[in-house]
């Protein structure tokens, strides 16, 4: 009954390669997201996805492509992988960023990716 | 720009004592939410407790609580009866309503035996 699901949990890739993370949420919410944590442990937002539909983009490079290919999944696709790649990367979802409120508001974590690039 | 800050980058707590881990944002809106999240080892992101601006009454989940500032834009967590399972990486977060999740840079917690 996992709420919010990532695979690979770790992830050992060299540089110049091209690698998919996979989220996968079963709370039924709208709007899904992908978090970088660095090794100093700071968490900033990557993209956010409601419905399918991209609605934040942050200043990330184009390497980065996430994909919704429906409300449940937001997959992560980054291409051509540097040394500053290597980071945990965190999936997450929110019931409905458009309702709000506290329940719309709240977001829910999965357990991290831990991305290493050699 | 929203911003927040978490001024402890570690805290030491005796097993059983309480603690109080300080979190100040910086906002001109007047709608939005305030959160604590705990990273333990198992770098599983886990909601502590959430608090809505436009509620005055602090919320407590068991052995959490907060005390929220609204005025002071400060939002500081309060673990009670500490226990080992508590150490962890505590994150205080801001969300304007509709808005991006902003984290602190958290705040590190030990439990000593």
């Known amino acids: 009954d996992t709420a919010v699901s990532q695979t690979p949990k770790y992830l050992v890739t060299q540089m110049g390669n091209d690698k998919s993370i996979k989220c996968e949420q079963n709370?039924?919410?709208?709007?899904m997201y992908w978090y970088k944590q660095d090794s100093k442990k700071f968490l900033k937002i990557m993209f956010s996805?409601?419905?399918?539909?991209?609605?934040i983009n942050e200043t990330v490079p184009n390497r980065f492509s996430p994909k919704s290919p429906d409300k449940a999944h937001l997959n992560l696709h980054i291409n051509s992988l540097e040394l500053g790649d290597s980071a945990v990367y965190f999936c997450a979802s929110s019931q409905d960023l458009t309702s709000g409120g506290p329940l719309g508001e709240t977001q829910y974590f999965g357990p991290g990716t831990r991305l290493l690039v050699l | 720009a929203q911003t927040v800050t978490q001024s402890q980058p570690e805290m030491s707590v005796q097993e059983a004592e309480t603690v109080t881990l300080s979190c100040t944002y910086d906002t001109s809106e007047s709608d939005y939410y305030l959160f604590w999240y705990k990273q333990p080892p198992s770098r599983q992101m886990i909601l502590v407790i959430r608090?809505?601006?436009?509620?005055?009454q602090n919320a407590t989940e068991n052995r959490f609580s907060v005390n929220f500032q609204k005025a002071a834009k400060s939002f500081s967590l309060k673990i009670s009866d500490s226990q080992l399972g508590d150490a962890a990486m505590y994150f205080c977060a801001y969300r304007r309503a509709g808005g991006k999740l902003i984290f602190g840079q958290g705040t590190e917690l030990s439990v000593k035996p």
């Open positions: 996805y409601n419905n399918k539909e991209l609605i």
């Open positions: 608090q809505e601006a436009y509620k005055q």
């Open positions: 709370l039924g919410h709208d709007t």
